[in-house]
T-cell receptor, first 109, second 112 residues
Framework: LAKTTQPISMDSYEGQEVNITCSHN???????ITWYQQFPSQGPRFIIQ???TKVTNEVASLFIPADRKSSTLSLPRVSLSDTAVYYC??????????FGTGTKLQVIP | DARVTQTPRDKVTEMGQEVTMRCQPI?????VFWYRQTMMQGLELLAY????????DSGMPKDRFSAEMPDATLATLKIQPSEPRDSAVYFC??????????FGPGTRLTVL
């Protein structure tokens, strides 16, 4: 299983763009990169997934460099409701994926 | 809006009692996961099934935990006997593969 490393916590002011970077040096050729969001007292929720370059949806953007050894989740103009834990996962298909410790994002008014 | 459902939402029990948690995966999903979350250990994968067959339960304490899928609409996680260290939130998730998982609301278990 590819191991991931991400910051334990981050603070941001409302309205700012937040970038959370995840390192995954031993990512395999078939692995995808997936990010989840978890609010207190809820299960994690899928945000975005990508394989290479850039992926964008209505919630976030995911940037993956050519070597794929890291990825950056970008949240545009965060609000207080974006305060949550964000998990980076690597794997895919029928390969087991593992949630790490995640990054606790605190959005400040 | 299809969702994973879990019952009960909260369970308080005494040490030594049997606990059964149930999960109804989203119709059509062929992969089901059981997770446990605590402050100390984070989110731990206990077991997962594909097409109702158990693929990996290495995350479960074998002597007291068991997971089954009697049919495609029901997954169960049993703890017998329960211990205080089992207190946690237990999540069930379903999906079409291991990447995009849809989580239920969780069962908060307290073992006294």
């Amino acid at each position: 299983l590819a191991k991931t490393t991400q910051p334990i916590s981050m603070d941001s002011y409302e309205g700012q763009e937040v970038n959370i970077t995840c390192s995954h040096n031993n990512i395999a050729t078939n692995d995808y990169i997936t990010w989840y969001q978890q609010f207190p007292s809820q299960g994690p929720r899928f945000i975005i997934q990508g394989y290479k370059t850039k992926v964008t949806n209505e919630v976030a953007s995911l940037f993956i460099p050519a070597d794929r050894k890291s990825s950056t989740l970008s949240l545009p103009r965060v609000s207080l409701s974006d305060t949550a834990v964000y998990y980076c996962l690597v794997g895919g298909g029928y390969q087991k994926v593992t949630f790490g410790t995640g990054t606790k994002l605190q959005v400040i008014p | 809006d299809a969702r994973v459902t879990q019952t009960p939402r909260d369970k308080v029990t005494e040490m030594g009692q049997e606990v059964t948690m149930r999960c109804q995966p989203i119709l059509g999903h062929n992969t089901v996961f059981w997770y446990r979350q605590t402050m100390m250990q984070g989110l731990e994968l206990l077991a997962y099934f594909r097409n109702r067959a158990p693929l990996d339960d290495s995350g479960m304490p074998k002597d007291r935990f068991s997971a089954e899928m009697p049919d495609a609409t029901l997954a169960t996680l049993k703890i017998q006997p329960s211990e205080p260290r089992d207190s946690a939130v237990y999540f069930c998730a379903s999906g079409l593969d291991y990447v995009e998982q849809f989580f239920g609301p969780g069962t908060r278990l307290t073992v006294l």
